[in-house]
């Protein structure tokens, strides 16, 4: 069984940076494919960025790329996403999901994902 835990979101003006945390309990951390997914009001949950389980490989939406560095750190059992030059389309409850695998692999797709994190908000303000 593994938990996540997000942390790190907030209100922040257009232009500005958050970086959001994911805290995984348990001690596999290291065998997680991860991702970060976002859900705004009214609309369909959507990937933002994925990482594998090394972090050798990472995929970033396009409506972040660019913008947003996905990382972790396997000794801390975190996985981190690194957001700037926010913007109020970014407005969302921000969900960290995680898959097992011993192969080095990244899911961009929610239902490929086993465990969810509760959320947390972030508010951009125009």
């Known amino acids: 069984q593994v938990q996540l835990v997000e942390s790190g979101g907030g209100l922040v003006q257009a232009g500005g940076s958050l970086r959001l945390s994911c805290a995984a309990s348990?001690?596999?951390?290291?065998?997680?494919?991860m991702g970060w997914f976002r859900q705004a009001p009214g609309k369909e949950r959507e990937v933002v960025a994925a990482?594998?389980?090394?972090?050798?490989?990472?995929y970033y939406a396009k409506s972040v790329k660019g913008r947003s560095t996905i990382s972790r750190d396997n000794a801390k059992n975190t996985m981190y996403l690194q957001m700037n030059s926010l913007l109020p389309e970014d407005t969302a409850v921000y969900y960290c999901?995680?898959?097992?695998?011993?192969?080095?692999?990244?899911?961009?797709?929610?239902?490929?994902?086993?465990?969810w994190g509760q959320g947390t908000q972030v508010t951009v303000s125009s």
């Open positions: 999901a995680a898959d097992f695998g011993y192969s080095d692999y990244i899911r961009t797709a929610g239902y490929q994902y086993i465990y």
């Open positions: 348990g001690r596999t951390f290291s065998s997680f494919a």
């Open positions: 990482i594998s389980q090394s972090g050798d490989k990472t």
